[in-house]
T-cell receptor, first 113, second 113 residues
Framework: DAEITQSPRHKITETGRQVTLACHQTWNHNNMFWYRQDLGHGLRLIHYSYGVQDTNKGEVSDGYSVSRSNTEDLPLTLESAASSQTSVYFC????????????FGPGTRLTVT | AQSVTQPDIHITVSEGASLELRCNYSYGATPYLFWYVQSPGQGLQLLLKYFSGDTLVQGIKGFEAEFKRSQSSFNLRKPSVHWSDAAEYFCAVGDTGGFKTIFGAGTRLFVKA
């Protein structure tokens, strides 16, 4: 069965370190998204991609970057982790037709100390 | 700009009672509308979606939602709640000019015996 996976599921890091969160999907979807989830804020879009070599900033992109070298993967990098980036991160993918509902990964809980 | 409002941060219902979760959206054109559910420690799962046709849509797990253009609402309903329905529910609106989705802040449902 097709799926979307994230790794690691839990991560503790120190302020200032670079961190990369992996996202891999086997749906063969062109669209991929990264969100962060914080209490009271729902899901906020960090970055998204509509295909290989395409990346776009979302509403909370400062301090984050992504790259898309193939259809399956969209890694999220925190260039210099800050305590404000402690959050749960979700990756999602979607088709680009017919209502484009999103399929979510299980999430990565990141703690920056 | 698009936005989604879920007026209730949390709701408690008794098992077997009916449920209605409210959602209001702001969008200039006919929106794509979604309800997702998130169980603790998991990613979001699509319950149902609306983008045209019958304004009453059926979803998984016995849920339904009604699109009311005049009220800019897309409320989620279930006639009889089960303890396993306890979760967080997110209403979302899709951008018909692209593939992004804007999520509401969520409503946490508690089910009491």
């Amino acid at each position: 069965d097709a799926e979307i996976t994230q790794s690691p599921r839990h991560k503790i890091t120190e302020t200032g370190r670079q961190v990369t969160l992996a996202c891999h999907q086997t749906w063969n979807h062109n669209n991929m998204f990264w969100y962060r989830q914080d209490l009271g804020h729902g899901l906020r879009l960090i970055h998204y991609s509509y295909g290989v070599q395409d990346t776009n900033k979302g509403e909370v992109s400062d301090g984050y970057s992504v790259s898309r070298s193939n259809t399956e993967d969209l890694p999220l990098t925190l260039e210099s982790a800050a305590s404000s980036q402690t959050s749960v991160y979700f990756c999602a993918s979607s088709v680009d037709s017919g209502g484009y509902e999103q399929y979510f990964g299980p999430g990565t809980r990141l703690t920056v100390t | 700009a698009q936005s989604v409002t879920q007026p209730d941060i949390h709701i408690t219902v008794s098992e077997g009672a009916s449920l209605e979760l409210r959602c209001n959206y702001s969008y200039g054109a006919t929106p794509y509308l979604f309800w997702y559910v998130q169980s603790p420690g998991q990613g979001l799962q699509l319950l149902l979606k609306y983008f045209s046709g019958d304004t009453l849509v059926q979803g998984i797990k016995g849920f339904e939602a009604e699109f009311k253009r005049s009220q800019s609402s897309f409320n989620l309903r279930k006639p009889s709640v089960h303890w396993s329905d306890a979760a967080e529910y997110f209403c979302a609106v899709g951008d018909t000019g692209g593939f992004k989705t804007i999520f509401g802040a969520g409503t946490r449902l508690f089910v009491k015996a």
